[in-house]
Every structure is written in C-alpha cells, then in structure tokens.
C-alpha cells in the first residue's frame, strides 16, 4: 500500500516544491541550512520549517514515506546525505531527486541569442553544475532504482522574460565578476535585432528525476544497511 504520511524534503529553499508537497501528503518537514531562504518560503498547516544540514534532518529512523530533493542534490555530501536518507525512511520508502536541464528555446527569432549567451557563460557556472546537466545519472544512486516516465517543463515567455530568466543565473553574475561586463545587455540587443524582444517564444527544460526505493527491512531499529553507500574517496 503506498502511504502519504510524511515527506522530508531537503534543501527546500525558499519552497518552491514544498506546498505541492502539501497537496499530496499529510505532513512535510522541509529542511535547508539558509534561515534565509526558509523564511521566504510560503507558510502551510501541514508544512513545518526546519533548519537543518542534509546530512543530519534531526528526524527520527524509518518516520519518512518519501524524501524528496528538488534541484539541490548536488550541493550535498552524498555520502552521508543517502545514509541520513535511508535512515530516516520507513522500509520501502522512497528517496526522489530531480533537476531540470538546460534552458532551450528550440525555434524561433529567440533561439539564437539565447544559444550564443548560453555558450559565452557557460564556462562560469559552478563545477556541481555538471551533475545537473548529466541529469544526475552520473550519480551512484544506492538504492533499488524505479524507472520513472520522461518529464518536461515548458513555458511561453516574451524575449524581456527569457532575459530577465537569464539574468538569475549564477554563471551570469560569475561572468560580470570575473570579466567586469554585464552580458546582458547584449543579449536584449540581439533579441531585439532578431525581432524576438516583444515577441513570445516557447522555452522547455528537460525535468530528469532519479528514484529508488528502499529495501523492506532498511530504516527499522538495529538493522542492518540494506544498501551498499559509494564510498567518499
């Protein structure tokens, strides 16, 4: 039988993830190590707030339907985040953690500009960013894997929100430090030379999710692991 009890969600920012969380189970915990961000993040009855690293959630063994990560995976020590994970699961829960890939305009007076401003910053994105790019199926993932459909995220923006998108990229701002250009600009101006400043364009972001279950007698008291962790060397 398939519970929805109580999900830890880990990394939960400013929740973004959590109230559709709250939509579909009878309690969230979510957790992050930003009072910051967690203090933005909409208030909900079944929601509780925490601050609390990946590694040690401070909730009890074997207590969690789901754990759940939402674009935050590869900031962890996974290690030792996917012990904490199989801990705090009940037998056969399940951990989920997704990401989404590359923003893409695939046609249109847009695709171009956006294609040559993605490749000049792309040097300047954070090196865990490889492991969102690849999907995460780079990751050794220590539990029994599900086999999840395909899933996409899909949007119709006009050339002003495509560069104000842009904009909050951490390889945008990286760039500005370390070359002292705004590259932005730029961008506005070959969106406007292509006719794509005002007009809309549809953009997609591939949504890749890696799942894995449990094993039945993983998360109860004295036992034993019942997954092999890789190891942190």
Known sequence: MVRHDLVWECGAGSGQATLDLAERFGRVVATDISAAQLAEAPPH???EYRVAPAEASGLERGVADLVAVAQALHWFDLPRFFAE???????GGVLAAWCYGPFRVAEGAAARPVAEF?????PYWFPERTLVDSGYRTIEFPFTELAPPAFEMRADWTGEEIAGYLGTWSATAEYAKATGRDPLPALR???ERAGALGGRSTVDWPLSLRAGRTAETAGLPEGRPAVSLPRSD
């Open 45 to 47: 009855p079944r929601v």
């Open 85 to 91: 994970a199989e801990r705090v699961l009940r037998p």
């Open 118 to 122: 993605a490749a000049e910053v792309h």
């Open 189 to 191: 101006e070959g969106l």
